[in-house]
């Protein structure tokens, strides 16, 4: 059976400095170890201890885990409890006076709300939405910019139980229409506009070209947020501004006890082909493993300032933003606006106002931000910073080398964290201050998460070998179903080829020697050289360690003798190389990665550009350059793509 091979070697150590392990939460290698080994030992005591302890019932559970509707596992699914209760009002004794959110607005004024504040807000609006006769289980889109407000929609939906699903601000009327209809939702929250980069981007009239493409009478309510004061057209049918619906509310909302396999949302998405998938989540599941993973893997202290950079359309907003630190009662940063402006100093310049301590965000922003002045963060004060944290994409190891020098100053962890909107929450990442970190490794699995590595017949390989993640047993953050749609979840997920008991991930990866993982790119992204199979992001991260090189991305492209060989994109830190200088610079790189990796490796062909074709959330869309590789007409759909003008500046690029 074909493992998939690796070929990068990267042989950096980052040991944890002392003053880091003394405080951490997981002290040390042996209390990490001991974690693990309870969990092997007897894995549902272990969760449903967690459980127990993490979490405040309304009525407690006696059972850990029915696995009698596989693949839809449930948990703890006899006990009793409210998302927004554990996360509001359990904080009210303690920590009322407590900011809860910093919020910073693109035009950089900040306003602050306490957990009173929080709890009081979020109250009133679910009374509000109760008002407009909206009850548990009823589906609610939410589509709305950064702010407290968004926050607020998302814990008040929960209060009632009712199901969000939050549909990212960038996204256009046919994508949010997908949604309305998918769901069958009753309501959307919005705002009149959005603030980014100085401008304002209508929401609201996106919304009434959703509603209105057909299909979408399920909507008896939208309820506007006003942000700008921006003219909108006015629906008296269903629409209601945000404040007047809350001015005559209650500051008190009983909450909506529920069932812990009540599904608390739904968020949809893309996947590589077809239409979006409505991945489910659960409440009590998914809330324990936001609160371990806020405590394991960001070393989470009641005095930290908190900032996850993610927006709340995106599963990282989910639960490290709207949910896990609310949960755990700290105090974090929600920001408006993008990280260019008014300059490429936004983030520092966040980080520094804030004194934050741990920061989490994308590598995709991480390498803009080296592009656009890797000595930038220089002039800052970044001296509060104790954690930093990467996801969403394979972070390359110079890319990981400047965030922890420069960002960093050699000073604080990074914690590479793999997972996915599946999963909930953190399953790969290192326990900060605990083992020696690898630039580019995204570690160990979590105590209690059974990750590993195997064939296509599901096979474990061994050590040093790639192939497909895999997580061998059920655990409590996993997504319990497709929204509408159980089969496809089993096949997609659980496929019979694997002995359709593991949890098929969709990536490959390998393990070392030592153990640390390493995630090797999407399995539908692997090529196939002359009989080797190689992941995209060991020859990307090749090219990224080049000294001109901001960003590459590699695809295959048939060959009639070697199966594929290898086109790469590549963004120089310089302007795009234009004639004799992109030539001479492509077969600079082209050696370069032979040299580095192996001839195996080395591609075929290098094209520039200004940029890469990206999701709105980041990720590079290697589908897309595949076709342009292959001179094929793109076919797919590109409404998701963040610049889409980028793909006319590859097609017409050969170096
Ligand atoms: C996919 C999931 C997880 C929240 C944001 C993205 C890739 C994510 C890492 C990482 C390597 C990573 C994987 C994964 N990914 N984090 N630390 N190292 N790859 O959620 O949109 O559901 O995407 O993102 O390919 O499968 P998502």
Redesign the pocket.
Known sequence: MATIESVLHETRLFAPNDSFVSQANLLNEEACQALCREAEKDYLGFWGKLAQEHIQWHKPFTRVLDESNYPCFKWFDDGELNVSFNCLDRNLEANSDKIAIIFEADDGKVTRATYRDLHLQVCQFANGLRSLNIKKGDRLIIYMPMSIEAVVAMQACARIGAIHSVVFGGFSAKSLHERIVDTAAVAVITADEQRRGGKGIALKPVVDKAIEMGGGDSIKSVVIYKRTGQNIQWHNSRDVWWHDLVIDKSDYCEPEWVNAEHPLFILY?SGSTGKPKGIQHSSAGYLLGTMVSMKWIFDYKPTDIFWCT?DVG???GHSYVAYGPLAMGATQIVFEGVPTYPDAGRFWKIIQDHKITTFYTAPTAIRSLIKLGSELPREYDLSSLRLLG??????NPEAWMWYYNVVGQSRCPIV????????GCHMI?PVPGVRPLKPGS?TFPLPGIMAAIVDEAGHEVENGKGGLLVIKRPFPSLARTIWGNPERFRKTYFPDDLGGKYYL???SANCDLDGYFW?M??IDDVLNISGHRLGT?EIESALVANHLVAEAAVVGKPHEIKGEVIVAFVVLKDACPQGEDAKKIAAELRNWVSKEIGPIAKPEEIRFGDNLPKTR?G?IMRRLLRAIARGEQITQDVSTLENPAILEQLKQSMA
């Open positions: 998405t993610a995106w599963i990282t990467s996801v969403g994409e394979p972070i590479d964290t793999w997972w996915q909107t599946e999963t990442a995204c991930s969709g990536d995630i790119g999407r992001m959330s990720k």
